[in-house]
Nanobody
Framework: QVQLVESGGGLVQAGGSLRLSCAAS????????MGWFRQAPGKERAFVAG????????DYTDSVKGRFTISRDNAKNTVYLEMNSLRPEDSALYYC???????????????????WGQGTQVTVSS
């Protein structure tokens, strides 16, 4: 089993930055694809960013391209999401996810991920 714990969320003004971290334990996730999702009240959980096992391939939802950066440090079993130029519409509960099944390309469907964290709240004020 893999346990994922997110941290780094908080309240920030529009235009500000946050860095989310996702620490994995229980098993090394160096061979897993990893992803960040977010869920705002009344909305479905949505893909934000994904990264393959060695960091050589990343993907982002269109609304965060150029503002968010996903990265990973397999030696630390940790994945990061650097968020810049934050907007009020980025406010949500952010979840980290890990997937061990093989896919061609990075999956964006939550069902393609096997393990989830509890989430960290990001609130962007206008």
């Amino acid at each position: 089993q893999v346990q994922l714990v997110e941290s780094g969320g908080g309240l920030v003004q529009a235009g500000g930055s946050l860095r989310l971290s996702c620490a994995a334990s229980g098993r090394a996730v160096s061979s897993y694809h990893m992803g960040w999702f977010r869920q705002a009240p009344g909305k479905e959980r949505a893909f934000v960013a994904g990264i393959n096992w060695n960091g050589g391939n990343t993907d982002y939802t269109d609304s965060v391209k150029g503002r968010f950066t996903i990265s990973r440090d397999n030696a630390k079993n940790t994945v990061y999401l650097e968020m810049n130029s934050l907007r009020p519409e980025d406010s949500a509960l952010y979840y980290c996810a890990a997937g061990q099944r093989f896919y061609i390309g990075l999956p964006t469907n939550p069902g393609s991920y096997d393990y989830w964290g509890q989430g960290t709240q990001v609130t962007v004020s206008s």
